[in-house]
């Protein structure tokens, strides 16, 4: 009896530590803090911008698998910021690694390539975001 209880013991301890996470299969590094942290203060879009750069080069340091959608969220950021070419890299490299992406960033790469170069994407922008921030910008 007392051996079978060890061994039943000894096996729920291997299941359940089998479970136990190991860190996720991508790596997202502080992106939902900073993500967090953006949405308060929509102004800070070159904090944003930072902290999803460290993530990424975190990933790719640690060589770990970054997240889906981190390559085109820094993207889309730079683009906005007028950097139109690294913003293009960034959308090709993701459409590379998640192959579901393939129209989304064929879509991406075409508006980067298409808008006048240097110039930051503010029609891309919504309305009610730039109001907000401008909004806050005042407080």
Excluded at 80 to 101: C, D, M, N, T
Aim: with cysteine; hydrophobic share 40%; glycine share 8%.
């Amino acid at each position: 009896m007392t051996r079978t209880l060890l061994i039943v013991t000894a096996l729920a301890s291997a299941l359940l530590s089998g479970c136990a996470s190991q860190g996720g299969r991508y790596h997202w590094g502080d992106y939902e803090q900073s993500l967090y942290s953006y949405y308060k203060a929509p102004t800070d879009l070159n904090g944003f911008a930072l902290s999803l750069e460290d993530s990424i080069k975190q990933g790719e340091t640690l060589g770990k698998r970054v997240a889906p959608g981190l390559y085109a969220e820094l993207g889309y950021l730079l683009m906005l910021q007028g950097k139109k070419e690294q913003a293009i890299v960034l959308f090709e490299k993701e459409r590379s690694l998640w192959p579901q992406s393939t129209q989304l960033m064929t879509t991406m790469i075409r508006l980067a390539s298409e808008a006048p170069k240097g110039e930051p994407s503010q029609a891309l922008v919504p309305a009610a975001t730039v109001a907000e921030a401008e909004n806050n910008a005042k407080k």
